[in-house]
């Protein structure tokens, strides 16, 4: 008899399966382009006023339209990504979306400078958002689902990572549509988005024939009571609650950064053009930081979630400190160390990289606090902060003042250093996967 990790409850050893690599790209090729689709119009943002005739504010808002999308639906999809089928339905469903919307941002081409424009860009750009939760919420469903234990977290990396290679890759989109021309680009994303609908629905299965872990195979019926039963669990977690808040304040406070990288650069002199290669590499550096902390996580340090957090957190506040002693802040009307571009830009990728890091790091952590709450549920409580902080980003980030961003966001990341020490860790599902407990003769609780 194989031990209890290797073999369900009537012996059948468990199995894992090459076509996981598959379901693995072809759910992470979903979420890269829902992603370059919800972009598109705000990385050309210019090009868009002038050829729609729409001002800045509705630019704004189409790009605003992905987190008020993603919090309108987002405890739906969180209950339906809870289950097996209902999670290969929904992620079908996100592909039919994504389809859907690359095909109506092309009626306005017809007439691009008329009045309806407008409402129809935005009712392609709240599909897009409502695939969102779908490819933000997914990835530690896939991995459980598809990954034995010691793969899970680099599985969750790269899918959570795709998302925001999306967004890298729209900042190239200047340079495709100075080539074909903007009309021409979107027929391009159009039919992009219409061929993977195509793939998509041609294979892909629900779950392997035999499950890759214990935990993978403790999958039960899941009702809309079962559900509101994890979420108020969760609520009763304090590890759990303060990672989120965490993690949701940290991405926020990111987003936000980065998008007034330009507010911060300008007046020191450096070009749009730089000041764009820096986002784009720092959005680069963050998916390959994600993809290297999911492998290390698996391999080395698969019970060290939190010490890693805090590492990781600590080197990317000393990074900010360089960095905002590099320009005018709250602490000096100028800048206490000598501007380098060279500094500028290692600590703004180094920043990207790390923070790029804790993205998995905090999905599988979540996982562990909250088991045997389903991944899903945990996992959008996590998505849903993190884009409510995106959101107040977007929305109200203009108005701190330009010489207190650096410095806003440096004390927000040495207090979210402190409060990991506060968090308790428990690695729930790995205990019962790597045989420490016995899935099938002990009560599980999630406290």
């Not at 997914?138 to 990572?161: C, D, N, V, Y």
């Not at 957190?313 to 000598?338: D, N, Q």
Request: aromatic share 14%.
């Amino acid at each position: 008899m194989l031990p209890a990790s290797q073999t369900l409850q009537d012996g059948t050893p468990l199995k894992v399966y090459p076509k996981r690599w598959y379901m693995l790209f072809i759910f992470s090729f979903l979420s890269y382009q829902q992603s370059l689709l919800w972009i598109t119009y705000n990385t050309q943002a210019q090009t868009t006023q002038q050829f729609f005739n729409f001002s800045e504010f509705e630019v704004n808002f189409l790009l605003a339209w992905g987190p008020i999308g993603f919090l309108v639906v987002a405890p739906f999809v969180g209950y339906g990504l809870s289950s097996v089928e209902t999670f290969r339905k929904l992620v079908l469903f996100a592909a039919v979306l994504c389809g859907l919307a690359g095909g109506i941002r092309l009626i306005p081409l017809i007439n691009p400078q008329a009045s309806w424009s407008f409402a129809v860009t935005s009712i392609a750009q709240f599909l897009v958002a409502v695939a969102g939760p779908i490819v933000m919420v997914g990835p530690p469903k896939l991995s459980s689902i598809w990954f034995p234990p010691h793969e899970r977290t680099m599985a969750t990396a790269i899918s959570a990572a795709s998302n925001n290679l999306g967004s890298a890759v729209g900042y190239l989109a200047p340079v495709l549509i100075e080539s074909v021309g903007f009309p021409w680009f979107l027929i391009i994303e159009g039919i992009h988005a219409v061929v993977f609908l195509v793939v998509i629905f041609a294979h892909f299965p629900a779950a392997p024939p035999t499950p890759p872990s214990i935990t993978a195979s403790a999958e039960e019926k899941f009702s809309l009571r079962d559900y509101w039963n994890d979420v108020k669990e969760m609520s009763k977690n304090g590890s759990f609650l303060l990672l989120v808040f965490i993690g949701g304040l940290q991405t926020g406070m990111f987003s936000a950064w980065q998008g007034l990288l330009d507010w911060i650069l300008l007046p020191q002199g450096y070009s749009l053009v730089f000041i764009g290669y820096l986002g784009l590499g720092a959005i680069l550096c963050g998916w390959t930081g994600s993809v290297v902390s999911g492998f290390f996580s698996d391999k080395v340090f698969s019970r060290r979630f939190k010490e890693s957090l805090i590492i990781l957190t600590g080197i990317g506040t000393a990074c900010f400190v360089l960095f905002t002693l590099s320009f005018p802040s709250i602490f000096s009307e100028g800048h206490i160390l000598y501007s380098q571009k060279w500094l500028v830009t290692a600590t703004i990728l180094s920043i990207g990289f790390i923070f790029g890091s804790t993205l998995p790091i905090l999905y599988e952590f979540g996982v562990e606090l909250t088991y045997p709450i389903k991944e899903a549920s945990s996992a959008n409580v996590l998505t849903i902060i993190n884009n409510m902080a995106s959101l107040v980003s977007i929305l109200g980030g203009g108005a701190i003042p330009v010489n207190w961003i650096n410095s806003v966001l440096l004390f927000s990341l040495l207090g979210t250093c402190i409060a990991l020490f506060f968090i308790r860790s428990q690695y729930k599902r790995l205990d019962i996967d790597e045989g420490k407990v016995d899935i099938y003769n002990n009560d599980l609780t999630t406290n």
